[in-house]
């Protein structure tokens, strides 16, 4: 109980405080309590983080470079270490009083701004060279020429230390940024970055915010993180899913490797009925389906219907000497014929080996030099994207996002961004458009070209052309895949602007007004469905998109419903202001695991092109997030045993394509096999502490089996779904990082501005 009288002196005391006098010793306070200090071999953590450590809030292990910073390849920089000097008020007082005489002297003996600026400097480089031989003498003139430049000085507060550095150096606070602020814009720029990542063979390339492979890297942190609760010393390595964990800082896929080169005649053609076979089956599977599409298709690579015939020339002549130039026109069929047999080939029907691999060498040997710009012409630009489509659908990523660029850069050279004559090639530009936006997308990087450079107008249908309604909606989507790589995820935001995030629903709302705009040869049918093929890809990248912009608030709420879970044994999912893009986001995954089972279907038995994979790809790494929330009627639109049906089927599409010697195909199915292991391993602690109650806050405990739903896990096994208990008590690293999860208040990787 405070005694009678104890407010009166509290105020008084307070009032003599900002007076600045002194209090009479009788009512000083005894001097405060140090803690005890604790051994840095005791710490429970390092004194200072890494800088990525500090503004991701996750604990350091303070070597350089520290675990994190190793795991993930980024720069590992410690703060450097800023010594402070506490000076007393009436010092401080004493200090200002003499830089205010000190300035209003230097003005009236130097009238000229300039030489007063230049004497400043002078006397400023005069006292750093000074403190070498003076430490506390030279510290007090710095302080005393500084402030005498600067053009004011900052508030002090009373109750607290004054850094004299601070007190001569700082301007004056209306300049400074708001600590909380600048402290939010570190953490969004940290949380959506692109990565430097490193692939099998140790080549690091960059991936930027909107690649999956940058996902994946954030989703192993993620998992990383929180492994003790899918693992607590009951560990079955050959099932434990702990590969996909392993591989933090890289990417599992070997699309950085070099192409293999075979010695080819570049001038050697199949028979002629063999070459029609082949164009008409590439017509059917990427252009125009043999004219039977009625969307026309949403890829034109040029005349796919005469078979090559090769010049006349001299038998005699040593065929070291031919000249290649007049059968450049060759480069495009066999590039055809490459991806015709790379996309033929399945465990059903193998094709020869590498057959692909040496209609390609002969295209390369043909075209020549990509630097030698003396002999590209706009003909070439065809064949150029055409082998651009082979490399994505090979897999090689980078070599694809190099050639397209090429391709581009060789359009612009001679002016296809601003007009053509027929309209066969007008579309080999916009497909060219299409590729690069894909790329920059898959890869998180920059477009080749801006949209407002291109003057071209859009596809338009022609008397001997196919429609070109599919192919002008791909363009139309493919722009809005550019504004969400350049401006959503700040890749290159146009307007120079590299401040938060821009939120989700400006995209949306784009996305929508495509769709609503579709002619009726594109909309789906009553199930969600098309028979035009073509037609179901393009609506698969629709939903694609739909994942992508929403993926960063998705992913923010499983990791915050993940940990309310087991730290309040409770869920404020249901308030979630992005409620219903959570939603839209689990529809469109939904969507696209039921397109591209009827593509399959449709297409039988050619096998998905690269990008259905990529799309299926991200619907099951959603599937699988959607069980972490555990959110009830509020997200789940199917059961388990239907999610687990599509995700069965997601898995065995890429291990087909590993039996045909991809590596794509088996590194990720690996990986949505590891994954699938953990999230069901992370549901045990979730259910269970939705059935436990009267638990302490600051205690978690679980021990439970989970309902699989579905016979799928008889490769994992009962006995490794079993959990023990655990505890993650107050104060525990975990702990504090599922509060910080909780702490996040709904925000993605970083906030949406």
Not at 166 to 182: C, D, F, I, L, N
Not at 563 to 581: D, Q, W, Y
Not at 634 to 652: C, G, N, P, Q, T
Not at 691 to 696: F, L
Request: with cysteine; aromatic share 6%.
């Amino acid at each position: 109980m405070m005694r009678p009288g104890a407010g009166d002196e509290q105020a008084s005391a307070a009032a003599s405080r900002r007076d600045g006098r002194q209090q009479p010793p009788s009512q000083r306070l005894p001097v405060n309590p140090r803690r005890h200090k604790v051994a840095p071999e005791n710490r429970k953590r390092v004194a200072t983080a890494c800088n990525a450590c500090n503004i991701r809030r996750v604990k350091c292990s303070g070597e350089s470079p520290c675990r994190q910073c190793r795991s993930s390849a980024r720069d590992c920089v410690y703060p450097v270490a800023v010594a402070r000097v506490s000076v007393p008020r009436a010092e401080l007082d004493d200090l200002r009083r003499k830089v205010d005489v000190l300035e209003r002297a230097l003005r009236d003996t130097v009238p000229d701004a300039t030489r007063r600026h230049e004497l400043l400097q002078g006397l400023g480089e005069a006292a750093d060279a000074m403190t070498v031989a003076s430490g506390t003498a030279t510290a007090a003139a710095g302080s005393t020429t500084t402030a005498a430049s600067s053009v004011g000085t900052p508030d002090v507060s009373d109750s607290s230390p004054v850094d004299a550095g601070q007190a001569g150096v700082q301007p004056p606070s209306r300049y400074q940024p708001q600590p909380h602020h600048q402290h939010q814009q570190d953490d969004e720029q940290a949380s959506t970055e692109g990565r430097l990542l490193n692939d099998p063979d140790g080549h690091a390339r960059f991936l930027g915010e909107t690649s999956g492979a940058t996902f994946l890297d954030h989703l192993k942190e993620f998992m990383s993180t929180i492994f003790p609760l899918a693992y607590h010393n009951n560990r079955n390595p050959s099932i434990d899913g702990t590969t996909f964990l392993t591989t933090q800082g890289s990417y599992q896929t070997y699309d950085s490797r070099p192409l293999h080169e075979r010695n080819v005649d570049p001038l050697w053609l199949p028979e002629r009925p063999e070459m029609l076979a082949m164009l008409s089956e590439l017509r059917c599977f990427i252009q125009d389906g043999n004219g039977n599409w009625p969307s026309g298709g949403i890829y034109w690579w040029g005349d796919l219907e005469s078979a090559p015939v090769l010049p006349a020339r001299d038998a005699s002549e040593p065929q070291a000497l031919r000249r290649q130039d007049p059968c450049r026109h060759l480069a495009f069929h066999h590039t055809a014929f490459a991806v015709v047999s790379q996309a033929s080939t399945t465990p059903e029907a193998p094709a020869q080996t590498n057959m692909s691999e040496y209609y390609f060498s002969r295209a390369c040997a043909l075209l020549g030099n990509p630097l030698d710009i003396t002999r590209f012409t706009i003909s070439d630009v065809t064949a150029l994207a055409l082998m651009g489509f082979y490399l994505i659908e090979m897999n090689r990523r980078d070599a694809a996002y190099m050639c397209v660029s090429n391709a581009m850069h060789i359009s612009i050279m001679h002016g296809a961004h601003r007009g053509w004559v027929d309209e066969s090639g007008k579309r080999v530009f916009w497909t060219l458009y299409v590729l690069d936006r894909w790329l920059s997308c898959l890869m998180g990087r920059p477009p080749t070209i801006m949209d407002e450079a291109i003057r071209l107008p859009l596809p338009c249908d022609a008397p001997s052309l196919p429609s070109s309604a599919g192919l002008r909606a791909h363009v139309e989507l493919s722009r809005i895949s550019g504004y969400i790589v350049c401006n959503t995820y700040r890749v290159s935001p146009w307007d120079n602007n590299t401040g938060p995030v821009k939120r989700p629903e400006d995209a949306i709302r784009m996305l929508d007004q495509w769709l609503e705009n579709l002619p009726p040869i594109l909309q789906l049918s009553e199930p969600g469905l098309s028979d035009d093929p073509a037609c179901c890809l393009l609506h698969m990248g629709y939903n694609q998109l739909i994942i992508l912009t929403i993926r960063p608030v998705f992913f923010a709420a499983v990791k915050k419903t993940f940990a309310e879970r087991l730290v309040s044994r409770s869920s404020s999912l249901n308030s979630h202001p992005r409620l219903g893009l959570l939603r839209r986001c689990i529809a469109a995954a939904e969507l696209n695991v039921r397109l591209a089972r009827h593509t399959l279907a449709l297409n039988h038995p050619r096998k998905l092109l690269q990008a259905g994979l990529h799309f299926i790809f991200n619907a099951a790494i959603c599937l699988m997030l959607q069980e972490l929330l555990y959110a009830g009627h509020l997200i789940v639109s199917k059961d388990a045993r239907a999610r687990d049906h599509d995700l069965d089927f997601v898995i065995a599409r890429f291990e087909e394509e590993s039996r045909v010697g991809s590596n794509y195909g088996r590194d990720c199915a690996a990986v949505l096999r590891d994954l699938r292991v953990l999230v069901h391993r992370l549901r045990a602690p979730i259910m269970d502490s939705q059935q436990q109650g009267g638990a302490t806050q600051h205690q978690t405990t679980y021990a439970a089996t989970v309902d699989m739903g579905q016979a799928w896990p008889q490769k994992v096994g009962q006995e490794v779904l079993q959990q023990p208990t655990i505890h993650v008590e107050q104060g525990h690293t975990l702990y504090e990082e599922l509060v910080s999860w909780i702490d996040d208040d709904w925000q993605p990787y970083g906030a949406y501005g």
